[in-house]
């Protein structure tokens, strides 16, 4: 059963860089991983997502290692907005299809 | 203006009765999902949908009905059977059911049984 393991929470100060990393030992070879974010009371919103190695975009960098057994989601100079749940997703082929949210990683940033 | 709607925002129930959620979208998205969240937790798959007249279970689906009778509409039903129904339900949509998909989730229903 494909699963993901990230810290349950983070602490951190604007204008710092934070790096979460999730875990995901299982995954399939032609699985992808997706990062989102959610504030309280709304659904999550999509971040970024890659396959291996390095993917950027206007919010966020994405790593992965060769052996794609976990990711790091990168935010450059957080700002008291980035406060939020942080989702590492993969897929779970198990008797068809579904995707797998982790328990998230709840980042705080003080000012 | 594209995008996915869920109703009611907030609903009440009363021990044993079934209630029904409603998600809608107008993405054209094959794909549809719903998902349970409880209180400073994770999302848990509830039931998807991968095309019309076709849906799946996910790993909470007991209590739980859903129907895909429209590509637009996935309701779900929450039944007398779910032993703990009081949380903030969240509806999604993606193009596809692939992990490349992206999914657009709907604003949430938060759900309190009295």
């Known amino acids: 059963l494909a699963k993901t393991t990230q810290p349950i929470s983070m602490d951190s100060y604007e204008g710092q860089e934070v790096n979460i990393t999730c875990s995901h030992n299982n995954i399939a070879t032609n699985d992808y991983i997706t990062w989102y974010q959610q504030f309280p009371s709304q659904g999550p919103r999509f971040i970024i997502q890659g396959y291996k190695t390095k993917v950027t975009n206007e919010v966020a960098s994405l790593f992965i290692p060769a052996d794609r057994k976990s990711s790091t989601l990168s935010l450059p100079r957080v700002s008291l907005s980035d406060t939020a749940v942080y989702y590492c997703?993969?897929?779970?082929?198990?008797?068809?299809?579904?995707?797998?949210f982790g328990a998230g990683t709840r980042l705080f940033v003080k000012a | 203006d594209g995008g996915i709607t869920q109703s009611p925002k907030y609903l009440f129930r009363k021990e044993g009765q079934n209630v029904t959620l409603s998600c809608e979208q107008n993405l054209n998205h094959d794909a549809m999902y719903w998902y349970r969240q409880d209180p400073g937790q994770g999302l848990r798959l509830i039931y998807y949908?991968?095309?019309?007249?076709?849906?799946q279970k996910g790993d909470i689906a007991e209590g739980y009905s859903v129907s895909r009778e429209k590509k637009e509409s996935f309701p779900l039903t929450v039944t007398s059977a779910q032993k703990n129904p009081t949380a903030f339900y969240l509806c999604?949509?993606?193009?596809?059911?692939?992990?490349?998909?992206?999914?657009?989730f709907g604003p949430g229903t938060r759900l309190t049984v009295l």
């Open positions: 997703l993969v897929g779970d082929y198990t008797g068809g299809f579904k995707t797998i």
């Open positions: 949908s991968q095309i019309v007249n076709d849906f």
């Open positions: 999604a949509s993606s193009i596809g059911s692939g992990s490349t998909n992206e999914q657009f």
